[in-house]
């Protein structure tokens, strides 16, 4: 969750807030480095993991309001004394709304989205439509391809669109660790992309929406082009294949765990930032007292 719109509003409006955000998270901790809200007089705007610990946050916070000091930190051990049985140990920055923090998100998410992985939709149908919209929140930089301008129009703002006639041209430009699925409205289409996918040993997830038997048709292609091996790699159907339901929304739920579970698995052994906020980058806002 992206803490610009909340900053932007309260600055648009002139309201006082303070901004808290987690500095530090060691042990059991409800949310991780970065997790945030957005504190008025009135109003909470986000949240570092609720219960006492947000509550000890936002009496902190609305402290700092009345007082007119400008910043603050906190240490809080998670544990009896506070009823809060997590167990670790979480560290609270506060700092008053100004343009010099707005600055400096801006900043800093601009620099975090750079180190996002990239995912790859080919097909901006019924469900490359409902796919795009469930990734969109998600720490991905997310790109949609299709042949079609009149499907990418319709695609939600913040959602990469690219209109190609030679939609498998996209995958040897991507960066190593994309995602790539494949749901266009041809066959013989998804068959090209999702070869190409596959060719891509730095891939983290090449999926394909279809049936087992699309499945078995793939491969029997893959076997004749002495490329069946790859087959093995190909997630088809997208989504697990355990719940069955058609409806593009459902699928694109489904899809997107495990899109998302690739990804992470794939960033952990290849030792990159991934999802997770990059530590040198989240200091650049710290609160120091």
Known sequence: MSALPALRTAMAEGRPAVFVRVE????????????????????????????????????EAR?????????????????PAIGQCC??????????????????????????REAYPHIYVFGAGHTG?????????????????????????????????????????????????S???????????DFLIAAEALRRADAAYVGMIGSRTKRETFRRRLDEAREGALAERLVLPIGGGRVRDKRPA???A??????????????????????????NECNNISVEP
Request: hydrophobic share 50%; with cysteine.
């Open 129 to 177: 439509q409902a796919l795009a919209r469930a990734l969109l929140p998600l720490p991905l930089q997310v790109v949609v391809i299709d042949t079609r301008a009149d499907r990418l129009a319709t695609l939600p703002d913040g959602v990469e669109r690219r209109l190609r006639a030679v939609p498998e041209a996209e995958v040897p430009g991507a960066p190593a660790g």
């Open 179 to 189: 995602a790539f699925v494949v749901l266009t409205h041809d066959h013989a289409l």
């Open 63 to 79: 402290r700092l309001l009345a007082s007119g000091e400008s910043e603050s930190r906190l240490a809080i051990p998670l544990g």
């Open 254 to 279: 489904l899809a997107a765990a495990e899109i998302l579970t690739a990804l992470a698995s794939s960033c952990e052994e290849n030792h990159c930032s991934g999802f997770a906020l990059v530590q």
């Open 24 to 59: 530090e998270a060691r042990g059991s901790t409800p949310r991780e480095v970065g997790a945030f809200m957005l504190v008025t007089a009135e109003t909470c705007e986000g949240t570092v993991g609720g219960g006492a610990l947000e509550m000890e946050g936002i009496v």
């Open 87 to 112: 167990g670790g140990h979480v560290t609270l920055g506060f700092r008053r709304l100004d343009a010099a923090l707005l600055s400096d998100m801006e900043a800093l998410e601009a620099r975090e």
């Open 250 to 252: 459902v699928i694109a």
